[in-house]
């Protein structure tokens, strides 16, 4: 027998969630520039930069990502007044990724609307989750790449849900946005193909799926919706990694990349951690604060993923989502390549199936007000972990999301070329020389100065009147520039700093 309800989520629930969406909004704005840009947003930053300078994005599948990312932040700096790297503030670098942050919130609508409240408490994990709202005021691609997976789940079942083509093209433009984002996306895909295939094997599930087929969906029509979603999905792949048609190259680099990152996950590259790490991030208590949202995150997914595997429960995307979540999970524990913010990427779909298994605990309390009681409970504690690991602690190196955290000592460091760029007869324009194996995010700190050359190694015909360096050049530096230079050092990162040189003396001398 076919569905016969209403495929769309209660006007009531996204009402709430879009206002719950310019809240996570407002958060992921609030003084967003304060936080010392991390060595990843400096990568990024540069990126941006060139594109507003008018250069030719070139796609590089070496430790860079997709370009949709850079794109929306190269526009959104454009239509707030940027038109350079040494315009740009800190704020504006990571507007992008707030954005795309808040964006995710009403999908919970599309993904979890037909649980009663669990689009309301997956949209509240998504709008104020420490690990959401840390790396959505971060400018990475994971906030986009999770607006992106979340879009072509939820647009691709409310077209199984109705049959209609506007959500299989909304589907395919999430599809490609993935695709276009991070390489990590054709991996995903393949999670979710896997999942679907588990549920098929499993024929109450399959059964269900059945069931919420719209009757309006012949085999045709779900045919040519499917091409549409491809076709949308291959077109905005072919464009970006294009460059819009100037870097054809850069289709074949966007093949390149899955192998090459396969290879950095499995070998680690630096970042090796045990299967346990994201478990630890997420749930063990920090000095700083208790993990709320590692908490209600684990316990609500269980709960949920039970549920919906309940003889008489007809939740067959609820199902998918357990499954999808935890081969995701899994896929990330076993490789050794670990960074907190890719714990996102298995998040999505986990806090969709964790708010409809917290409704499921508030529906069976007597009657509606202590359900909304316990929920702004749940809204406190959460906002209370995100005000001190996303603001008062945001760089503190015992937060288990400040990775490699950039030390705020490199304020000082732009304050000590200001005051030598001042007494300049060439001010800005004096020449400063950046060496050594571990400089970034300098490039981003140095960005108003137009005369700055990187090196691996010192060269022996320097002209700059600045030397920057760091620790494996001092010894070199010494011996390259001579009598006559003063020395001071700078934190770059916790136990990482960065030397100075200059001939004229700090005023602490």
């Known amino acids: 027998m076919k569905s016969t309800a209403n495929p769309g989520p209660d006007r009531r629930i996204r009402l709430w969630l879009f206002c719950a969406a310019l809240g996570a909004l407002a958060l992921r704005l609030f003084d967003l520039g304060a936080r010392p840009v991390h060595t990843d947003e400096a990568v990024n930053a540069v990126i941006v930069g060139n594109l507003l300078g008018g250069a030719t994005y070139r796609y590089d599948p070496h430790d860079h990502h997709g370009p949709s990312f850079f794109y929306l932040t190269a526009g959104l700096c454009r239509l707030l007044g940027d038109r350079s790297l040494a315009g740009m503030a800190a704020w504006q670098l990571r507007a992008g990724a707030a954005l795309a942050g808040a964006a995710t919130v009403p999908l919970a609508a599309l993904l979890a609307g037909e649980a009663a409240g ?23 691609h994971e906030s986009l790449l999770v607006f992106a997976i979340l879009l072509a789940l939820g647009a691709g079942w409310r077209f199984w849900k109705c049959g209609r083509f506007g959500w299989a093209v909304a589907a395919g433009l999430g599809a490609g946005l993935a695709a276009c984002t991070k390489e990590a996306a054709p991996l995903i895909a393949g999670a979710a193909l896997l999942s679907l295939a588990i549920c098929r094997m499993h ?65 680690g590259a630096g970042q090796e951690k045990p299967w346990w790490t994201y478990v630890s991030w997420l749930g063990r208590p920090s000095p700083l604060c208790l993990p709320w949202f590692g908490w209600l995150t684990a316990a609500g997914w269980v709960g949920g993923a039970a549920w919906s595997f309940r003889t008489g429960v007809n939740a067959p995307l609820a199902r998918f989502l357990s499954v999808l979540g935890a ?15 890719l714990m996102l990427e298995f998040l999505g779909p986990v806090t969709i199936v964790a708010g409809i298994g917290l409704a499921r605990v508030l529906g069976t309390l007597p009657g509606r007000k202590p359900a909304i009681v316990v929920a702004c409970l749940v809204a406190a504690l959460l906002d209370r ?68 050359g990187y090196w691996s190694r010192l060269p022996e015909d320097r002209v700059g009147a600045v030397v920057l360096v760091s620790a494996d050049q001092v010894a070199r530096a010494e011996t390259v520039l001579g009598p006559g230079w003063h020395r001071e050092f700078f934190g770059l990162r916790a136990d990482v700093l960065v030397y100075l040189y200059t001939r004229t003396p700090p005023a602490h001398a």
């Open 118 to 140: 669990g689009a309301l408490l997956a949209g509240l994990l998504l709008a104020l989750g420490a690990p959401f709202v840390c790396y959505g005021r971060t400018a990475i």
């Open 327 to 341: 081969i995701l999970f899994a896929a990330y524990a076993a490789t050794p390549y670990k960074t907190p913010w």
């Open 203 to 267: 024929p109450p599930t399959r059964r269900l799926w059945r069931e919420q087929r719209s009757p309006a969906l012949s085999e045709s029509r779900l045919a040519r919706g499917a091409l549409v979603a491809a076709g949308i999905a291959l077109a905005l792949a072919l464009l970006f990694y294009s460059s819009f048609g100037e870097n054809p190259a850069g289709l074949r680099d966007a093949l390149r990349s899955v192998p090459l990152l396969s290879t950095r996950a499995l070998t």
């Open 385 to 452: 972990e995100t005000a001190k690991l996303c603001f008062r602690f945001a760089g503190n190196p015992r937060n288990p999301y400040a990775y490699a955290p950039t030390s705020p000592d490199l304020g000082r460091l732009t304050a000590r070329l200001d005051a030598l760029a001042a007494g300049s007869p060439q001010g800005r324009s004096l020449v400063i020389e950046v060496a050594g194996a571990d400089y970034w995010p300098l490039p981003w700190y140095l960005r108003k100065f137009p005369r700055v």
